[in-house]
């Protein structure tokens, strides 16, 4: 059985940081993208950061210079490093593991970050 667990988040001032990890069991880790996204309240979920299988990364816009995502392939697990918070960083964010060629698609339950004074 496929296990994607968060962790890592918490209440932070702006201009901050948070590692959040993501713990990935029952599954081959090395062979999926791993994707952090996020969901802020009365917004839809939106894509933050994808790290592929061949090491890849894509951050969307608002992030980018701030965030950074990487994987341990040996301890199946993906981080997201984000330094400089701001207030609209405040959401709930997702980890996401992602296999097209296997038809794969899993969901974390996510983790919360607030960043407030």
Same mark, same amino acid.
């Given at each position: 059985?496929?296990?994607?667990?968060? #962790?890592?988040?918490?209440?932070?001032? %702006?201009?901050? #940081?948070?590692?959040?990890?993501?713990?990935?069991?029952?599954?081959?880790?090395?062979? /999926?993208?791993?994707?952090? /996204?996020?969901?802020? %309240?009365?917004?839809?979920?939106?894509?933050?950061?994808? &790290?592929?299988?061949?090491?890849? +990364? +894509?951050? !969307?816009?608002?992030?980018?210079?701030?965030?950074? &995502?990487?994987?341990?392939?040996?301890?199946? +697990?993906? /981080?997201?490093?984000?330094?400089?918070?701001? %207030?609209?960083?405040?959401?709930?964010?997702?980890?996401?593991?992602? #296999?097209?060629?296997?038809?794969?698609?899993?969901?974390?339950?996510? !983790?919360?970050? !607030?960043?407030? #004074?």
């Amino acid at each position: 059985q496929v296990h994607v667990v968060e #962790s890592g988040g918490g209440l932070v001032q %702006p201009g901050g #940081s948070l590692r959040l990890s993501c713990a990935a069991s029952g599954m081959i880790f090395s062979i /999926y993208d791993m994707g952090w /996204y996020r969901q802020a %309240p009365g917004k839809q979920r939106e894509l933050v950061a994808v &790290i592929t299988n061949s090491i890849s +990364t +894509t951050y !969307t816009n608002s992030v980018k210079g701030r965030f950074t &995502i990487s994987r341990d392939n040996a301890k199946n +697990t993906v /981080y997201l490093q984000m330094n400089s918070l701001k %207030p609209e960083d405040t959401a709930v964010y997702y980890c996401n593991a992602k #296999s097209i060629a296997l038809g794969r698609n899993y969901w974390g339950q996510g !983790t919360q970050v !607030t960043v407030s #004074s």
